[in-house]
């Protein structure tokens, strides 16, 4: 597939965002230009239903600048759609007309049930859904779409008349917020949700939320966290932190929420009703967790996008996983692939071989996985501190599929591949949760020896068999190479594995029989499978 350039612009109800990218031959995208404008086209409704004059202007001229940007920047083909605000206008046709006359874009007022799928397939995409129950919110300015699935299957799809812009402009009144008012508030949101009869088994195990007010609760929440800066994508709340955050909300003034660290001053006036529609709906779905995408339907309209570019050119389709995440992000950084996926397929190997002698935390096989992968990135600064390097890449990068958390394990595990173990004086390791960094100094553990195994950049490790006894771990290498070198340098990396699991390790080498050069075997994931795939 040749190199396209491509854009997708979402006209929501409060936000209009326009995202333009140069798709290349491995299906994946970089971006080119990514922008937002605050039109608010739900606080232009009238009675009527009509959008008013100057709120469709203002939508037009942000529109008119997304055009000219994209004829700048090269783009073949563009697909442009319409939410809520637009699909409820009694004026819309008016308001497609202006559009396509003054800007040239051609705009497609898609139904609730195709943005509610829009919203799912990037969810999906994003994120590994298991078979689990779990549900898809997406907030936005005029409505909300509440999907029910389990994992890539959707069962049920809700349209909510719950938009943080409308909500604000019919309760919200005072400033700062009075308690009369919120009341109502939420009590027309619990209305909403119990008129839509909204099962609740089996409950899901977690709720995904997109759009704007996701996004902003999630900044708020980190950046009373330090994290600040750090990518949404995966970050997780409970229903008590959500809690919390509206109560702050309601305690402040409009003035005083726009200084709120974290938080949009465009959207200080709309996101206490959308963080009210957000807990109640962990409430009635008696869900704890939420977690957050940064991805909306724009980004499933890419992907649909390259998808149909690829089946033009007769290629196959991939799908994003979290194995395809790390690979492409590594690539960013011109990363020494054959050497991390070689150092991978060891440390997967030991994974394998150790999880039940040694118990091991079966979630940390795709975060050891990664970290193999990525270790080395810090390179593409300096080698000295190199790990330290890949640390601050790591954590900074968008992992799709891993969490916040497990981004901070990958990150944490690749910084430990070398030089200095875990220690209380570091602040990245001592913050985590005491579980998190018994996991990090295993991993990281393994992590070296499986480092040290490919000291020469060679691959020339075919496999590795562990035995366990309670006091010893031998290792026999099989390779038709001298493997001096490795061992010399296995054995000198050994300390942190011997403190950690208790137990001595033993290396020999064994030779192979000369033939093609395999991968390392090792029991793939059914996520990283399907990531390969």
């Not at 409505?143 to 959707?154: F, K, P, R």
């Not at 394998?352 to 600064?381: F, K, N, S, T």
């Not at 075919?462 to 061992?487: G, H, K, M, Y």
């Not at 001595?504 to 000369?514: D, G, M, P, Y």
Request: one cysteine or more; proline letters at 4%.
């Amino acid at each position: 597939m040749k190199r396209h350039r491509l854009a997708v612009i979402d006209i929501g109800s409060n936000t209009i965002r326009s995202l333009i990218v140069e798709a290349l031959p491995d299906h994946s995208y970089r971006v080119l230009d990514d922008e937002r404008e605050v039109a608010r086209l739900a606080s232009g409704l009238d009675r009527q239903g009509k959008i008013s004059a100057a709120a469709i202007q203002r939508a037009v001229k942000a529109l008119q600048r997304m055009a000219e940007i994209n004829r700048a920047r090269g783009v073949g083909k563009a697909a442009v759609v319409a939410t809520s605000a637009i699909r409820n206008a009694a004026n819309r046709l008016t308001f497609v007309d202006k559009v396509q006359s003054e800007s040239g874009l051609h705009v497609r007022v898609i139904s609730e049930q195709e943005e509610a799928r829009l919203a799912f397939e990037s969810a999906a995409g994003s994120f590994d859904l298991a078979d689990h129950p779990c549900a898809v919110a997406d907030v936005g300015g005029g409505s909300t779409e509440l999907i029910l699935a389990l994992g890539n299957h959707i069962r049920e799809v809700h349209a909510l008349r719950l938009g943080s812009v409308a909500l604000t402009e019919e309760w919200l009144h005072s400033d700062p917020v009075a308690g009369k008012e919120f009341k109502n508030l939420r009590k027309a949101v619990r209305h909403e949700i119990l008129a839509k009869r909204i099962p609740v088994d089996p409950p899901p195990r977690f709720v995904i939320a997109s759009g704007g007010t996701a996004t902003a609760v999630a900044q708020m929440a980190m950046a009373r966290q330090g994290l600040s800066g750090r990518p949404v994508q995966g970050f997780e709340m409970t229903q008590a932190e959500l809690l919390h955050l509206q109560e702050a909300l309601l305690r402040r003034t409009l003035a005083e929420r726009k200084r709120m660290p974290g938080l949009s001053p465009d959207r200080a006036d709309i996101i206490t009703a959308g963080v009210t529609i957000l807990y109640e709906l962990l409430v009635h779905l008696n869900v704890n967790t939420l977690r957050i995408s940064n991805r909306g339907i724009r980004h499933a309209l890419l992907n649909r996008l390259i998808a149909r570019s690829s089946l033009r050119a007769g290629l196959p389709v991939a799908t994003p996983q979290r194995l395809a995440a790390a690979l492409s992000f590594g690539r960013s950084l011109h990363f020494e692939e054959e050497h991390g996926n070689q150092v991978r397929s060891v440390a997967l190997s030991l994974f394998d071989q150790l999880v039940e002698p040694c118990r091991l935390p079966p979630e940390g096989r795709d975060l050891l996985g990664a970290a193999a992968l990525l270790h080395d990135v810090g390179y593409v600064i300096g080698y000295r501190r190199h790990h330290k390097h890949s640390y601050h890449l790591i954590t900074h990068a968008h992992l799709d599929g891993f969490t916040p958390r497990e981004r901070e394990i990958i990150a944490l595990v690749a910084r430990y591949h070398r030089r200095s173990a875990p220690r209380k004086k570091h602040e990245a390791w001592a913050k985590i949760p005491r579980d998190d960094r018994e996991m990090v100094r295993q991993l990281s553990a393994m992590l070296r020896i499986a480092d040290a195994l490919d000291r020469r950049h060679s691959r020339g490790v075919r496999e590795v068999r562990c035995a366990v006894d309670r006091r010893r771990v031998r290792l026999t290498l099989i390779s038709n190479r001298d493997l001096a070198v490795e061992i010399h340098g296995a054995q000198a990396k050994s300390e942190l594995f011997q403190r950690v699991f208790g137990r001595a390790i033993l290396f020999r080498s064994a030779r192979s029989a000369s033939r093609p050069r395999t991968a390392i075997p090792a029991r793939v994931s059914p996520a990283l499978r399907r990531a390969a795939s």
